[in-house]
């Protein structure tokens, strides 16, 4: 019966090799390239901060909440937050609003020199801004957001900060290393456009072809087994 298999076998193997080649070596390398690289680097942890330790308690913000509430409908939370050596009250319900959290008038978006001076308070290099950018809708690296500020800086991995343009807050933090260990994600997962899908079609494809790949490879195993070398050496 293993006789009889290895010749389809042989061929199947051999076709399928042809087709996967390319495939299994992106796996195997993306694989090892991911593995590699700690997601905390990948994330951009050593790179900036997402948050700062707010500089105010609950006395320096002395805007009547009262007076702020109602200027927001369907409210839902309350944060206090900062902006440089600004309180802030951030209001959340069916629109995001901020307050300046002493004289409760509403928050002006920052201009370009205030959020360069946000991006290096999180910034933990000592590299100088190449550039910031004001962004109607931001890139794939930052789900395609609205209305952000890109800044740059001039280290050896591009250190990139988004924020917010009506805060100036943090939303995330990419880098060289992201880039390339979301490119090798791209390679593994077979997602060439948004790179999220995990059960797109040319990935179950693939995957189920390369089973097949290997179950040709175990029955060629038969073909010339270890104990049959060893009983011809004995005889």
């Given amino acids: 019966m293993i006789k009889t298999a290895l010749k389809p076998a042989r061929k199947i193997h051999k076709y399928l090799g042809y087709l996967l080649a390319l495939q299994l070596f992106a796996w195997l390398l993306g694989g090892l390239v991911m593995s590699a690289i700690p997601l905390e680097m990948v994330h951009g942890k050593h790179l900036a901060n997402r948050q700062l330790e707010n500089p105010f308690n609950s006395t320096?913000?002395?805007a009547s909440l009262d007076q702020l509430t109602?200027?927001?409908?369907?409210?839902?939370s309350i944060e206090f937050k900062h902006f440089l050596n600004t309180p802030l009250i951030k209001l959340s319900g069916d629109t995001d609003a901020y307050f300046h959290g002493v004289t409760g008038q509403r928050f002006q978006a920052p201009a370009q020199a205030a959020i360069e001076r946000q991006a290096k308070a999180h910034y933990l290099g000592d590299s100088e801004i190449a550039h910031a950018t004001l962004?109607?809708?931001?890139?794939?690296?930052?789900?395609?957001?609205?209305?952000?500020?890109?800044v740059i800086f001039d280290d050896a991995l591009s250190t990139t900060v988004y924020l917010t343009h009506d805060s100036g807050h943090v939303i995330t933090?990419?880098?060289t290393?992201?880039?390339?260990?979301?490119?090798?994600?791209?390679?593994?997962?077979?997602?060439?456009?948004?790179?999220?899908d995990f059960n797109?079609?040319?990935?179950?494809?693939?995957?189920?072809?390369?089973v097949l790949?290997?179950?040709s490879g175990i029955i060629l195993?038969?073909?010339?087994?270890?104990w049959r070398r060893r009983r011809t050496q004995f005889k």
Avoid at 70 to 76: A, D, K, M, N, T
Wanted: net charge positive; aromatic share 18%.
């Fill in 200 to 210: 797109n079609p040319l990935l179950i494809s693939f995957s189920a072809t390369s």
């Fill in 70 to 76: 109602q200027q927001v409908s369907g409210l839902r």
């Fill in 213 to 215: 790949f290997c179950i």
């Fill in 60 to 62: 320096h913000y002395t």
């Fill in 135 to 150: 962004m109607a809708t931001g890139p794939r690296e930052v789900q395609y957001r609205k209305n952000i500020w890109r």
């Fill in 177 to 196: 290393l992201w880039r390339i260990f979301d490119f090798f994600w791209m390679l593994h997962i077979m997602d060439y456009d948004e790179r999220d």
């Fill in 173 to 175: 933090v990419r880098s």
């Fill in 221 to 226: 195993l038969f073909q010339s087994p270890p």
